[in-house]
């Protein structure tokens, strides 16, 4: 999926869109500082360009389960599934408020 997206990251990274940082760095030094240095954007790039091998270990793209089996807040009133692709149509659904007893 990575190699997919290697010409993309590529670019917004040499072109500074990404990472979103638009503090300048000439005003002072910023607390969670998200931009990247000249090194690893020099890291990042040479590794795309080398074909992004996905290297040693465990993928750490692998989509763990994520299924949330228990409500921590309490069960809710209403569930609403969408599609995970696809069109969705708009709607305007209509809810009634539940009246107090």
């Avoid at 290697?6 to 000439?26: D, S």
């Avoid at 240095?37 to 790039?45: E, P």
């Avoid at 994520?66 to 995970?84: D, G």
Wanted: aromatic fraction near 6%; charge should be positive; glycine fraction near 8%.
């Amino acid at each position: 999926m990575v190699r997919g997206f290697a010409p993309m990251i590529c670019k917004v990274i040499r072109t500074k869109r990404m990472p979103p940082w638009h503090a300048g760095p000439h005003v002072g030094t910023w607390k969670g500082d998200r931009s990247l240095s000249v090194d690893q954007v020099q890291t990042l790039t040479h590794w795309i360009e080398a074909g992004a091998a996905l290297g040693e270990g465990p993928d750490p793209l692998v989509v763990a389960n994520t299924r949330v089996t228990e409500w921590p807040l309490a069960e809710p009133n209403l569930i609403v599934e969408i599609p995970a692709s696809g069109i969705v149509d708009y709607n305007f659904p209509v809810v009634k408020k539940p009246t107090r007893p």
